[in-house]
């Protein structure tokens, strides 16, 4: 339930409790006023005058005084019974007018209150929703409560800011210095493996250490795409989804062909915007991700399309069974499936936190399930360029 609501609800609470007060006190004052009296019901005596003339007096406890009296009495209960009747329905209706016009008073009004919060609400998810922290709400107004809250979410979303910023510059800054020495120990392994009079331990050493070398070269290429999809969209261009898809596929066929796996693709149009470099990194990762995790002879399934004002990417492929409670794990980072985390020739660990990142940066929404056969179905819907034109 809404603030407005519950505000319109409240004045036509308040309302409704205030004239049905009214009403009721109206009705025991009405009630007390119509009650039987002695003294104007039951007189002395009757004096009988008609058109002026006077006919006679009628004493009390004299016959046709009781009968006089009896008609009275009579004519009094129907007046008294018709008049609250009239009071309880006029004061319902009364009560019901004022409490539904309370209601709709309340709701113009409490519009009208919340406007400003509306406007702060409004801004505050373009903030969210555009992933640059930079932005503030910058509400200006008298110094109320809403403009307390509006300088303390500008508060957080800078401190929030800083903090992604000096994260990201952490990883991207101890990427690059670690990618240095690595590119030098790969260097001088190979020269030792290469040598002449290098002996047989020697070179199953120096290969052991250059796969292990090569795990931390994609580790780090694998932050630094992190940190890069993390990053706003800001300066998006037209493509094609499909072309992305298939220059990808391209490239991935020699390691398909080498493990054994078939790949199959049914590439239709798919227009979008975006950082086409962040989102061809995203369909290696998956495509890699369905050849690596997969087994001889078996398959991947790559498929664009365009539907209503989303673009479609669908990555499946053969596998071992993969159980649905283990779905959301595979995006978090360093996190893999069945536990595998000592064969380096299956990736860090980070792709499929690389996938999400960079969906997200361009608006867009992963979701994966299993296959029954094994394996995994993984589709990624993005806004469609004329969706946003």
């Not at 007046?79 to 008073?105: K, P, S």
């Not at 369909?283 to 050849?291: D, K, M």
């Not at 398959?299 to 479609?312: F, L, N, P, S």
Request: some cysteine; charged content about 25%.
């Amino acid at each position: 339930m809404s603030i407005r609501l519950r505000f319109a609800l409240a004045c036509a609470g308040v309302i409704f409790v205030l004239s049905a007060l009214a009403v009721t006190v109206l009705y025991l004052v009405v009630q007390q006023s119509l009650a039987y009296r002695t003294g104007l019901v039951t007189p002395d005596y009757i004096d009988v005058q008609h058109a002026g003339r006077f006919y006679g007096r009628l004493p009390r406890y004299d016959e046709s005084y009781e009968i006089v009296r009896d008609r009275v009495l009579h004519v009094l209960s129907v007046y008294q019974r018709d008049v609250l009747a009239n009071v309880r329905l006029m004061g319902a209706l009364t009560v019901a007018a004022v409490t539904a016009a309370a209601f709709g008073l309340g709701w113009r009004a409490a519009g009208w209150v919340l406007r400003p919060l509306t406007a702060v609400t409004m801004t505050a998810r373009r903030v969210a929703q555009s992933h640059d922290l930079a932005k503030r709400i910058g509400h200006e107004g008298p110094a109320d409560e809403l403009k307390e809250l509006a300088d303390l979410v500008d508060t957080m979303l800078g401190r929030l800011a800083r903090s992604f910023d000096g994260q990201r510059r952490f990883v991207a800054n101890a990427s690059h210095e670690l990618r240095t020495p690595l590119t030098i120990n790969r260097t001088l392994v190979d020269v030792a493996v290469r040598r002449p009079d290098a002996t047989d331990d020697v070179k199953r050493l120096g290969e052991s250490l250059l796969l292990v070398n090569a795990r931390h070269e994609r580790l780090i290429d694998g932050l630094l795409a992190l940190t890069e999809g993390e990053q706003a969209v800001l300066d998006r261009q037209p493509f094609d989804l499909s072309d992305v898809a298939e220059h990808v596929l391209d490239q991935a066929a020699v390691e398909a062909a080498e493990r054994e796996v078939t790949i199959h693709r049914l590439l239709d149009a798919a227009p979008t915007t975006g950082e086409a470099v962040l989102v061809e990194r995203l369909v290696q990762n998956l495509v890699e991700n369905a050849v690596r995790h997969n087994h001889s002879k078996g398959e991947v399934w790559v498929t664009t399309r365009h539907r209503g004002e989303r673009v479609e990417l669908v990555v499946a492929n053969t596998g071992l069974q993969v159980p649905p409670y283990e779905i959301e794990t595979i995006f978090q980072p360093f996190r893999r499936l069945h536990g595998d985390r000592l064969r380096s020739d299956r990736g860090s660990g980070l792709g499929l936190s690389i996938v999400r990142v960079i969906t997200e940066a361009h608006q867009g929404t992963v979701t994966a399930r299993p296959r029954e056969e094994g394996g995994l179905t993984i589709t990624i819907e993005l806004p469609a360029s004329d969706a946003r034109d």
